[in-house]
């Protein structure tokens, strides 16, 4: 569904639109699996396709500072070798996006947005002391079932030969959405007179997109390289080295090996680190030396102006002045 990043007009909310079946075409040269799915849930389009876009940016922001910094999911529909090949990267964004239109679904569901769904029933445990059960839960429960059927249904047609790549894509699709379940965490209102909280509401909410982004970088920082074959009476993701312990439903897991993306390599769909800002005090994956691949950095100065001096005016607003500073930057060789 990632697909839809590329069709501008379907990230935007007017509701109206999606009235019409006809709609559901636009998706025919993309993602032909998506058309009937399209035409059953007409509602859940703009979540799906705004929880396309919150990919994007969770995906970026997640990898700012990386040297693959997942700019070629905006290519899309037309991916680039290393969304396609089955890489660490790919694992990532598969399990980001599966994430991302459950949680779309999940809060639309709860903001009272879609006619099938509403904010999720409150918890069978007990809430904590001093507390009840209000508000409006995120329906996860929903988001996961919808959020399923649309993030693996490009996979549904396929020939035998991509069998490795779909259990590889259905796997990291799970786990993506394990990260969000687990994500779901109590939020609380407090109540009473002049803040003093003697009552408090409280819901289950997931975490942003963001975080689950960070959770899932983590987790493919330790991806592991599998292969597809016969393990007992089906074929099962094992480790590629066999050393390595088994899969565990909580892996990231991939298929080939990524480049370094130091250089420009576009058949391995890296786009390589030359005049990318660089910090140069950083020991992390921002730092010159490691973003710039010991290429060494080149160093200009720039002039940025930025509001100073602010003082309070009565009455009722902030007067600044704007002050000129000069900063150094640096760009890799
Ligand atoms: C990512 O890196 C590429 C290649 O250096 C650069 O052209 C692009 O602007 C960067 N994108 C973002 C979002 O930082
Ligand atoms: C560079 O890295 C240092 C150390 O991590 C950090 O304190 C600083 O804010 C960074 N500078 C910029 C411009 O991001």
Redesign the pocket.
Known sequence: FLELTSTQEWGLPPRVAWDEPQRCRLLAGTVPAQVPLCRRNLELMPSVARAAAATKSACQGAFAAARWNCSSIERAPAFAPDLRRGTRESAFVHALAAAAVAHGIARACASGELPLCSCASSPAEEPAPGSRWGGCADNVRYGLQLGAAFADSTLVSGKAGRQASQAVRLHNSAVGRQVLSDSLETKCKCHGVSGSCSVKTCWKGLRSLADIASDLKAKYLAAIKVTHRLLGPRKQLVPKDTATRLVQETDLVYLANSPDYCTVNPQLGSLGTHDRQC?K????SDGCDVLCCGRGYNTYTEEVLERCHCKYRWCCYVACRTCRRTVQRHVCK
């Open positions: 910090n005090t950083s020991a992390g």
